[in-house]
């Protein structure tokens, strides 16, 4: 079933409908493409924001650890004079703090020494129940308190073996979050750019290649519609839509080459089929106004039309050969010994005329070719030459392995030849010029040369150097010789 236009998966734009009625090709991959990348991005912009947060936070909850170690190896070595809460207190005092930053000290039974703005902290119950009860281990957290971000470190303070306090510091985290949003922003500004210029050059791109892949389509449909001179040309780059585009106008020139050798041999073999006909028909028209009354008559309009039918009857089976050879796709190679092959032929056409048949030199060789096809085309040839030849001449029938690795199978006869500026005519088909006779069909050449093309070889036609006649070789490509006897 065909496919109309309007249903055809091609973009839009390489088509005459309105727009609107239906996303294209290129719209639709675009648009796939579009989700694919911003989900990408996404993740980017995603990774990039926390990595940026974990880094930061990382860093305040260092600085904080850093004021930790301190504290506890101040304690560790204040004067045994000296109390625990004496200390916290002039270490405080005597340890700036960064701005944003805070310190709660718990001291069991102590109370508490604090620096900076701590009363929401101080109360946050996430931190108060570490007032009566330390941590086990330095925790670290980021949490909102009274309003504010904080990067928060709490960790318990041992003197000896015994945990005597908490130790909680804060960093009050509201640049970051600020820088952050600043970072944030700024990436998913940059992958929206990136976003659409990904999609606009691949919608681009997209609409490019599918305008030239409809061009292809509204070719074929013209070529469906009996245009076979319809071509793509060059499609401007040697991609693969070119490479397509030159494989397609191949296929064509093909085509076009292969309909007209059909319209060619339809003419021919009307032409040819018209006179056997006309004859037949005008004797029995002739024989029904006269009557049926003188059997000699009578006898002579069968015998001619039956003769006519006859020859009717070969061209057709000689067409059909022709059919049959030019189909590559219906050969049946099989190995075959060529000097076992060629003598049962020469023997086979002796019957023909009266001859001089000699088999010629045949090299030890195997092939793989059709066996039929091929001795039907031979056997053309030697009919060709048995009608070119004189009573009593010679035909001869030989094969040569030649240099390059190809097989010629040469048919050589003793007639006038064939002179050079016909031997391309020969080779068509109903085409005899020079014919001795007028009982050939003008057919052997050209099944000859048919049966050659389909086992990828070709005929040469030149002189006989013994014979002086016409030489017509079937060469077959190295790649159907098997084996070589030794």
Not at 228 to 251: I, K, P, Y
Not at 390 to 410: K, N, T, Y
């Amino acid at each position: 079933m065909g496919v109309s236009r309007a249903e055809r998966p091609v973009d839009d734009t390489a088509s005459d409908e309105p727009k609107g009625r239906r996303i294209g090709s290129a719209g639709r991959l675009a648009s796939l493409h579009a989700a694919v990348l911003a989900v990408v991005l996404g993740v980017v912009v995603v990774a990039l924001v926390r990595s940026f947060s974990a880094s930061y936070e990382s860093a305040a909850a260092s600085s904080l650890g850093l004021q930790l170690s301190q504290f506890e190896r101040g304690a560790a070595t204040r004067p045994a004079s000296e109390g625990l809460k004496p200390f916290a207190i002039r270490f405080l005092q005597t340890h700036p703090l960064a701005s944003g930053n805070a310190v709660i000290v718990a001291l069991r039974g102590r109370g508490l020494v604090v620096t900076g703005n701590t009363t929401a902290i101080v109360h946050d119950p996430r931190i108060h129940k570490w007032f009566a009860l330390p941590p086990v281990s330095t925790t670290a957290f980021t949490a909102t308190i009274g309003g504010v971000p904080l990067e928060v470190v709490a960790s318990p303070i041992r003197i000896g073996a015994a945990s005597v306090g908490t130790y909680v510091a804060t960093s009050d985290l509201t640049p970051f979050v600020a820088q952050r949003q600043r970072v944030l922003h700024l990436s998913l500004a940059e992958a929206t750019i990136a976003l659409l210029v990904g999609v606009a050059s691949a919608f681009w791109l997209l609409r490019r290649l599918l305008r030239r892949v409809g061009r292809i389509t509204s070719t074929a449909e013209q070529i469906g519609s009996g245009d076979l001179g319809q071509r793509l040309g060059t499609q401007g780059d040697s991609d693969e839509v070119g490479e397509l585009a030159h494989t397609f106008d191949s296929m064509l020139d093909r085509l076009d080459n292969s309909m007209r050798a059909q319209r060619r041999l339809l003419a021919d073999v009307s032409h040819q089929l018209r006179t056997p006909v006309t004859v037949v028909r005008g004797h029995l028209e002739v024989l029904n106004r006269t009557g049926e009354e003188d059997l000699a008559e009578v006898r002579e309009t069968l015998d001619i039309a039956i003769d006519e039918l006859d020859q009717m009857a070969g061209l057709i089976e000689r067409l059909l050969t022709l059919g049959h050879a030019m189909e590559a796709d219906r050969l049946d190679p099989l190995d075959v010994d060529l000097r076992e092959f060629l003598p049962p032929i020469l023997d086979a056409v002796r019957v023909l005329a009266p001859r001089g048949f000699e088999l010629g030199a045949v090299p030890e060789v195997t092939i793989h070719v059709d066996a039929t096809q091929l001795r039907g085309a031979l056997s053309n040839l030697l009919d060709n030459a048995v009608r070119a030849t004189p009573p009593e001449g010679i035909v001869v029938l030989g094969a040569q392995l030649r240099g390059s690795g190809e097989v010629a199978i040469d048919v050589e006869d003793g007639g006038t030849g064939i002179p050079a500026a016909q031997r391309g005519a020969v080779l068509e088909r109903f085409s005899r010029p020079g014919a001795r006779d007028e009982d050939g069909s003008g057919l052997g050449l050209a099944i000859a040369k048919a049966v050659a093309l389909a086992h990828g070889g070709e005929i040469e036609i030149d002189q006989s150097p013994r014979l002086g006649g016409a030489r017509v070789s079937i060469v077959l490509p190295a790649s159907v010789v098997r084996t070589e006897v030794r």
